[in-house]
């Protein structure tokens, strides 16, 4: 009996390491290889397939807006098969969005690419986090994210790598083919080991005890900071290898600096959890933000590669955090229907994502490179800091009347 029962949890514990794994790999696919490869591979696009500035800030902005597009799309579907069948059709689109990159030369074609591989990183960010979720509690685990959303992190590092080890040896157009190839080993596992859905109903025992509404002004506040959060975040995931690139020590180098961005990223919701529990969590916000502020001042400051690399590390350590802390900020909050929320937030940050890329190529084409943009990003993040202080001083306001 005993036996039987040890062999039952371990089948379980088995089963659950499968689906958290198959969430992973769907995050690399759409996430790292499919979204964030393109950032590594811009300056070698530039280089070698002549593309300017201004395309390259098009193409970013356009890949958001494909992200934005399938995020209105998830928030307007409930019924768990239909998202599952969207998770599956965002992993082929993946996979085909990459590889067809090194199809073509024409740059509405890649535009046309960009935008469906935004499209796609919905599957890996928003679908695969909710269908792990719901598989999670049906089957009694806690239900946590920490773990899958490591894959952010990873699919970052994964593309520099790929990226790097190819860069020698296989033109441009090779090598967006090459990560194609290398999106078909995660989206196996991102197919078949994720279950298909089952509805279930929550019970009253199970609702998280909730924290009061938020005023109006707080909410207007919280949207404002995660604006600015998402033009911080947008143009250091863009250009950081591009900006990185041009000092002579890191020549050559500008996949293994998104390397560094990714590992830095992998454990940092973790580490923002423990700061949040210990400060609380708008503080730990705020802190998050300057640290930012500082990774991107640092490029227009020095030329010091050895400050320009932390400056990657400090980039890698908070955007996830970023994200992170927010959502769950927000979700406490509104716990009886946070996906609507969340979907506020979600248009802010993405905005921001649509506008600022193409910001910088303007700043970039005009004065020949991006410290421009860098400025007008990091007084942008100072700001947000300035509006979460007065979401601090709306709560103590709202509390003591």
Not at 327 to 336: E, N, Q, S, Y
Not at 346 to 354: C, K
Request: with cysteine; net charge positive; glycine share 12%.
């Amino acid at each position: 009996m005993n036996i039987a029962v040890t062999t039952v949890t371990k089948a379980g514990r088995d089963e659950r390491h499968r689906v958290i794994f198959a969430g992973i790999c769907a995050l690399i696919l759409t996430v790292g290889l499919a979204r964030f490869a393109y950032t590594p591979m811009l300056p070698i696009m530039r280089d070698q397939a002549g593309l300017s500035h201004l395309a390259g800030g098009w193409l970013a902005t356009i890949n958001y807006a494909g992200y934005m597009s399938g995020a209105l799309l998830a928030a307007s579907i409930s019924d768990l098969g239909r998202k599952f069948v969207l998770y599956r059709i965002g992993l082929v689109i993946g996979v085909l969005s990459t590889a067809a990159m090194g199809l073509t030369d024409n740059v509405l074609l890649w535009a046309g690419l960009r935008f469906v591989a935004g499209f796609s990183s919905t599957g890996g960010l928003l679908l695969a986090s909710g269908l792990v979720l719901n598989w999670l509690i049906r089957q009694g685990h806690r239900p946590e994210l920490g773990l899958h959303f490591m894959g952010i992190g990873l699919g970052i590092a994964v593309s520099g790598i790929a990226v790097g080890a190819m860069a020698d040896w296989l033109t441009w157009d090779r090598q967006w083919l090459g990560l194609g190839a290398l999106g078909l080993a995660f989206f196996l596992p991102a197919w078949f080991w994720l279950p298909a859905p089952v509805s279930m109903q929550a019970s009253a025992g199970q609702v998280a005890p909730a924290l009061a509404a938020p005023t109006q002004r707080w909410m207007w506040l919280m949207i404002a900071s995660y604006f600015c959060a998402g033009f911080g975040f947008v143009i250091s995931a863009t250009f950081i290898v591009a900006i990185l690139v041009k000092l002579p020590l890191l020549a050559g180098k500008g996949s293994w600096v998104w390397v560094i961005v990714g590992l830095a990223a992998a454990p940092s919701g973790f580490v923002w959890d423990r700061v949040a529990h210990a400060l609380g969590r708008i503080r730990a916000l705020m802190i998050a933000y300057g640290l930012q502020v500082i990774s991107i001042a640092l490029p227009v400051l020095t030329d010091s590669p050895a400050l320009n690399v932390l400056g990657a590390l400090l980039f890698g350590a908070t955007f996830v955090g970023i994200v992170s802390l927010t959502l769950t900020i927000v979700g406490r909050h509104f716990p009886a229907n946070p996906a609507k929320a969340m979907a506020k937030m979600t248009l802010s940050y993405g905005v921001a994502q649509i506008v600022a890329p193409a910001m910088a190529g303007y700043i970039a084409t005009a004065t020949g490179n991006y410290h421009g943009a860098l400025i007008v990003t990091a007084v942008i993040m100072v700001a947000g800091m300035g509006l979460l202080q007065a979401l601090i001083r709306e709560e103590r306001r709202a509390a003591h009347p």
